[in-house]
């Protein structure tokens, strides 16, 4: 309930997580989990609707924040293309690395990058807890599904040579990046 109470700035939270505490005995933990969640989205709702400005900047802030990390990355994962496609003299020694390096590098970094920038979002703005890093989630969310969909609108990539994979990967990361977001931001409001 502590970490709740850090999660959601409202003044009347505690009387409300005093009643689903009263209530939840009775009830189930189906029950219990629903009303928590309830309870940080419908808090959240009202916050960023007070503060809409806010709201911006914390979502502009999640942006930069993947913006400072991914860019490092891309540049890694340049020397990773590199050394896959046909190597590099490191020295007097020929580097090269297997073809599932390219792989890996996204497995890695894409879960560490979201939870960064989930933690600067909740750092950055403290005094609202968990309510303006859910806008920013639901960015988070969306953009998976317009980079998929950009090459089909365009003309690109016709809708009969998608690849499975491809969205697979954006369905994938529509559930696990914004959990790492969520994440992030609950590692910033702990301490």
């Keep these: 309930m502590t970490m709740l109470k850090r999660l959601l700035p409202s003044q009347d939270i505690d009387a409300l997580l005093g009643d689903i505490a009263e209530e939840a005995p009775r009830r189930s933990r189906l029950w219990y989990w629903s009303q928590i969640l309830a309870a940080v989205v419908v808090a959240s709702w009202q916050d960023v609707r007070k503060h809409p400005v806010l709201a911006g900047r914390a979502t502009a802030t999640g942006l930069l924040a ?3 990390f991914f860019y490092p990355v891309s540049v890694l994962r340049y020397l990773v293309r590199v050394t896959v496609s046909g190597g590099h003299y490191v ?3 020929w580097l090269t690395l ?5 792989y890996v590098l996204p497995i890695i970094a894409n879960p560490i990058g ?3 920038s989930g933690w600067v ?3 950055v703005h403290r ?3 968990l309510t303006l890093v859910l806008p920013y989630v639901a960015l988070v969310c969306a953009l998976p599904y317009w980079a998929i969909a950009q090459p089909i609108v365009s ?3 016709p809708v009969a040579r998608m690849h499975l994979a491809i969205v697979s990967a954006g369905m994938i990361s529509t559930l696990s990046l914004p959990a790492f977001v969520v994440l992030g931001a609950a590692l910033a409001l702990k301490s």
């Design 91 to 93: 020295g007097p020694y």
């Design 114 to 116: 979201f939870g960064v």
């Design 121 to 123: 979002v909740a750092r």
């Design 155 to 157: 003309g690109v990539v």
């Design 98 to 102: 297997p073809q599932e390096a390219l």
């Design 66 to 68: 993947l913006a400072a």
């Design 127 to 129: 005094a609202h807890g």
